[in-house]
Nanobody, 120 residues
Framework: QVQLVESGGGLVQPGGSLRLSCAAS????????MSWYRQSPGKERELVAT????????NYADSVKGRFTISRDNAKNTVYLQMNSLKPEDTAVYYC?????????????WGQGTQVTVSS
């Protein structure tokens, strides 16, 4: 059974930093593309950042480019999201997502989410 467990959320002042972690189990982590999504009340879930399994290439939403960094440690089966220069509009529940593609089929996995609140 695949489990993705996020941690590291909390309350931070504008301009501050947080690092989210997502620990994976039951998944061939090194072969999974990993992403972070977020969802604010009344809004659709949006993709924040992705890191591939092939060459660790990354992609970011325009709203977080230059402020957020996604990384992975395959030895620890963990993906991270370093968030700097946080803004109130970054307030959301952040979800870890993993995708494996096997024989042309996509398998998607989600964590339970961790709340990030940016407020003074």
């Amino acid at each position: 059974q695949v489990q993705l467990v996020e941690s590291g959320g909390g309350l931070v002042q504008p301009g501050g930093s947080l690092r989210l972690s997502c620990a994976a189990s039951g998944l061939t982590f090194s072969r999974a593309a990993m992403s972070w999504y977020r969802q604010s009340p009344g809004k659709e879930r949006e993709l924040v950042a992705t890191i591939t399994s092939v060459d660790d290439s990354t992609n970011y939403a325009d709203s977080v480019k230059g402020r957020f960094t996604i990384s992975r440690d395959n030895a620890k089966n963990t993906v991270y999201l370093q968030m700097n220069s946080l803004k109130p509009e970054d307030t959301a529940v952040y979800y870890c997502h993993g995708r494996r593609v096997f024989i042309g089929l996509k398998y998607d996995y989600w964590g339970q989410g961790t709340q990030v609140t940016v407020s003074s």
